[in-house]
């Protein structure tokens, strides 16, 4: 099992990135996927959330109209679409797959936002 994510790194305020997740070693169209943030000395935070099916998402609130999550089940992908980043949102950001009883993480990748 799998979970890698990819498309962090360093952008302006203002700035847009896209991360992707690409999983590998279960059936990703059965679970449930979200991201997760963890900045540093904070604890980890939900940022958003899609069900298997891709039809329903959820977003914090302090996300919302920036970032937009979207899955592939075909490419066993899911997205963040960021805009308009600002520097609180910077931290280490992770993949999760979940579903009943199995819980998958990806090693993250760090999204930096200064100038």
């Known amino acids: 099992v799998q979970l890698v994510e990819s498309g962090g790194g360093l952008v302006q305020p203002g700035g847009s990135l896209r991360l992707s997740c690409a999983a590998s070693g279960f059936t990703f169209s059965s679970y449930d996927t979200s991201w997760y943030r963890q900045a540093p000395g904070k604890e980890r935070e939900l940022v958003a959330r899609?069900?298997?099916?891709?039809?329903?998402?959820y977003y914090e609130d302090s996300m919302k109209g920036r970032f937009t999550i979207s899955r592939d089940n075909a490419k066993n992908t899911v997205y963040l679409q960021m805009n308009n980043l600002k520097p609180e949102d910077t931290a280490v950001y992770y993949c999760?797959?979940?579903?009943?009883?199995?819980?998958?993480w990806g090693q993250g990748t760090q999204v930096t936002v200064a100038s």
């Open positions: 999760n797959a979940r579903r009943l009883g199995y819980d998958y």
């Open positions: 899609i069900r298997r099916g891709g039809g329903i998402t």
